[in-house]
């Protein structure tokens, strides 16, 4: 199995900037798409920002111009570089990844990690 570790999160006034990591480890065979997604109180899980294993990177309106996402593959791990952030920010946000595992590509899941955003 592939198993997810976050870190990054905690509390930032408006306009401040987190950058949170996500480390990928177990039996990869492979790795495709890695993700960010986010869950603010009495919401659905959203997308923020994807990256393919090409490099090809697609953001939720709402973040563009003020988050990036970066992987590196030698060392199986997902960044996001948040900036200028906003309340509406404020959420768990988790880390998704596509890997290959016993004959098929998986949907693995991170813990979660807070951010909180003061205004």
């Known amino acids: 199995q592939v198993q997810l570790v976050e870190s990054g999160g905690g509390l930032v006034q408006a306009g401040g900037s987190l950058r949170l990591s996500c480390a990928a480890s177990g039996s990869i065979f492979s790795l495709n798409s890695m993700a960010w997604y986010r869950q603010a109180p009495g919401k659905e899980r959203e997308l923020v920002a994807r990256i393919a294993s090409s490099g090809g990177t697609n953001y939720a309106d709402t973040v563009k111009g003020r988050f990036s996402i970066s992987r590196d593959n030698a060392k199986n791990t997902v960044s996001l570089q948040m900036d200028n952030l906003k309340s509406e920010d404020t959420a768990v946000y988790y880390c998704?990844?596509?890997?290959?595992?016993?004959?098929?590509?998986?949907?693995?899941w991170g813990q979660g990690t807070q951010v909180t955003v003061s205004s």
């Open positions: 998704k990844v596509v890997a290959f595992y016993a004959t098929r590509w998986r949907d693995y």
